[in-house]
């Protein structure tokens, strides 16, 4: 596995929710950008039926992967008045889930939450208890409608594939 593959994995999932970088709403801009023009008015958090928004402790929106999942119904984005979050960029971003070391099935233990919870269908899992749970990240929108279900908390949100959990 490569180095950096390594310490990606170790940036995911050996950090507390706390020190993890916050996750931009859908259609936000890059990050430097997007804390600029962002008036932290939470009219996107408001516009949210799916209740994924929050206000972080910097006072600008972030999207809480573990509440439940983004329905990309664009109403954040339309929402936004001042171009933080670009309702014409295609896709919303570029994130998908990547399962983590402590996925149960990797143990022996079997488990398919996540598998059944993904609207897209784009997860598989070995049956058995007989390996990971392996992500297609041609199919993943990053909806993260698989992370907050996991009862081992392996799965979380990134914004390039990684290489499967061995
Ligand atoms: S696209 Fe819809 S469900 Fe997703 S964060 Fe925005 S308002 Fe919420
Ligand atoms: S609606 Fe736009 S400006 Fe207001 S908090 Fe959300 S991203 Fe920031
Ligand atoms: S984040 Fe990807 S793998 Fe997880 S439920 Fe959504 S589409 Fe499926």
Redo the contacts with the bound molecule.
Sequence with gaps: MAAAALSRRALLFGRTAAEAPAVR?PW?LAEAA?AS?????????RACGEDVLARGADG??RFEATAGECTFCGD?AR????G??DASLSPPWELRAQVGPGCLPAHGVVCASCRDACPESAIRVPPGGRGAAWVDPALCTGCAACVGVCPADALALADAPLEAAA
């Design positions: 709403p936000a997007f023009l962002c008036t932290r008015c939470d009219a996107c958090v600008l929106p954040c929402a936004c008045g001042t933080a979050l």
